[in-house]
C-alpha cells in the first residue's frame, strides 16, 4: 500500500521555523549533555544524571532526525481526520479543556546501547544516556479519537510531526511519522502530551504536542505533532517500514520484525566506568525498565563472584523505571568489574551479550563497569 493517506495532505501547513544547529548544541553542552551529532542534533544523559523518579528536563536525551522546528503554540493546529466521522481542529487551549491525565513514562531511543555492537551498526553511536524519565501530562489519546469518532473499517493512527528533512535513497523533503494500529492505540495508554514534568514542553522536547506511547521505544513518541490521520490500511511511511525495523540475514531476503516495546535493561548509574573505589563496603545503584512488563529483579555480579538480588525501590510499572541498589565488599586491590542483570513480570532477562541486528536497534545486553579497587 502507499504511504500516503490522502487526507494527510490537509494536515501539513507550511514549513515551521527551526531552531539553529549552533543554538541547539549550545543548549545540549551547557545543559551538561553528551552530543553525539550537532545537526541534527542527537545528545545522550550522562549516567551519573540518570536517578531519581524523574530525569530533569534539561537533562532528558534529545534523538532528532532533522532540525528542531519552533512552533508558535498561539498558532498551532492539531488537525484530526481521516476514516472519523468528525474532522476535527484543535487549539492548545481546547486539548487544555479536555480531560487530562500526569502519568511516568520512561521514554528510550531504539538505539540506546548501539556501541556495543560488533560489527558496528549504522545510526547513532548511543552509549547507554539516550533514556530518560518524566510526569508526561496531557490528553488521553483515546479522548481524542473517541470525540473524532473512528470508521469501523480504521487500521491504523498515523501520527505527523512538524519536522522534516532529506532522507538519503528518498525523493524530496521526508516528514517523521509513525503509526500505532487502532488496537494498539486504544489499549497502550498513549497520550497527547503537552506538558513535561510539570512544565510546558520545550522546543527540544517537542513542544506544544508530542506523543507519548508508555512501554514503547521512542521512536513512537512523534514530537511536534501536528496532524492525526485514521487509515482503512497498513502505514508505511520511511520511518516505520524502512527505519525502526529489525533484521537478520535470512535467505532468500533478510528477516524483519517491527522495533515495538523496550526489551528490559538495568543501567549502573554508579560507580562510574573506569571509576576508583577503596576496598570494603561499595554500594551499587541504578535504574531497570521493561516495556513489555514492570521490572521484578535486578541481579548485580562482582567478578566473578555469584549474582546478588538488589533491593528494588519505587512501585512495578511498566511504563517508568524503578531505582535499585546492592552493598557489596570488596576485600581486594585491583582491577574488577560490574554487571547487573534486570528481570521483568513476564519472564524476560536481559541476555549476557550483545544480539546484532543490522541497524542496530533494541541492544539490551548485561552492562559491564570496569572498576579499580584501592586500599
Known sequence: MNSVVPSMRWATGRTAPELSAPEAMRQAVAAGLIVLRADPLNAETPLSALTGRTTPNALFYQ???FRIPVLDPNRWRLRIGGLVAHPSEWTLADLRRMPSRTTTVTLECAGNGRTALEPPAPGEQWGLGAVGTADWTGVPLLEVLARAGLADDARAVVFRGADRGPVEGQAGLVRYERSLEVDEACRSGALLAYAMNGEPLSAPHGAPLRLVVPGWYGMAAVKWLTGI???DHAFTGFFQT???VYEWPGEPQPVTEPVRLQRVRAVITDPASGGVVRCGPVTVHGVAWSGRAPVTQVVVQLGHRSPRPARLSGDPSRGGWREW???????????TALRARAVDAAGDAQPWTPHWNRLGYGVN???VVPIRAIR
Open 63 to 65: 534523538r532528532n532526525h
Open 229 to 231: 490521520v485514521v487509515a
Open 242 to 244: 524502512t527505519k525502526y
Open 325 to 335: 541498589e546492592l552493598t557489596t565488599t570488596i576485600d581486594e586491590p585491583g582491577p
Open 365 to 367: 545486553a548485561v552492562q
